[in-house]
């Protein structure tokens, strides 16, 4: 694991966990696992300090944009549950939780994060946003129905491979706490 930030064992799910308790949905199995141990081609695109927009876009070769599941507002904090989906194919690519502070963007990537149609990522390179990736978290998920659901995938005993991961300024201020599950 990179970064400086610890997560205690509650917290693997954090930012989700909100949108479970809302919804009163079940909670998906979830264990830490160390970043040498998640599998291929999970480690090369979740273990490492990069953004996964670029990654994801990399990895599947064409551009990737957002489908927002559910998103609220608490005071400077926005939060969306959303699903990346890739722009030719309409392939599901990542499964996401996200809790982004507004506060610390300047007004126009604000506006863009605020208007939900482009990923963090997008946001981030399009507005020129400096940032640190802070992966404090690799994560082996035993998905429930909505997250199934989400990517695309059947019913079936697989496990998801993912990450926590903090975006901060340069001088540490969190821009987005955020969880990433990959589809298989």
């Known amino acids: 694991m990179t970064g400086d930030i610890v997560l205690k ?5 954090r930012p989700l966990e909100r949108f479970l308790e809302r919804e009163a949905r079940p909670v998906p ?5 160390a970043g040498h141990a998640v599998p291929e081609p999970y480690r ?8 996964m927009t670029p ?7 064409e551009p990737i944009h957002l489908r927002v599941l559910d998103r609220f507002i608490d005071g400077d904090t926005l939060s969306r ?24 963007f300047p007004a126009d990537a604000r506006e863009a ?9 997008s946001v981030l390179t399009r507005f020129e946003v400096a940032h640190r990736s ?19 995938i059947g019913t079936g005993a697989v496990a998801l491979y993912g990450r926590r991961n903090a975006l901060t300024t340069p001088d540490g201020h ?11």
Not at 113 to 121: D, E, F, K, S, Y
Request: with cysteine; net charge negative; hydrophobic share 50%.
């Open 29 to 33: 199995g979830v264990a830490a696992v």
């Open 113 to 121: 994060v605020l208007g939900c149609h482009m990923p963090l990522g």
């Open 174 to 184: 969190v821009l987005a706490d955020i969880l990433e599950i990959l589809p298989p």
């Open 81 to 104: 549950l959303v699903v990346l989906v890739t722009d030719h194919t309409e392939r599901a690519v990542e499964f996401g939780a996200i809790d982004i502070h507004l506060q610390h």
């Open 44 to 51: 090369r695109l979740l273990v490492g300090d990069h953004d």
């Open 55 to 61: 990654t994801l876009e990399a990895y599947y070769r």
């Open 134 to 152: 802070h992966p404090s978290a690799f994560l082996r998920v035993q998905p429930r129905d909505f997250i199934r659901d989400a990517l695309c």
């Open 9 to 13: 064992p509650g917290e693997l799910l």
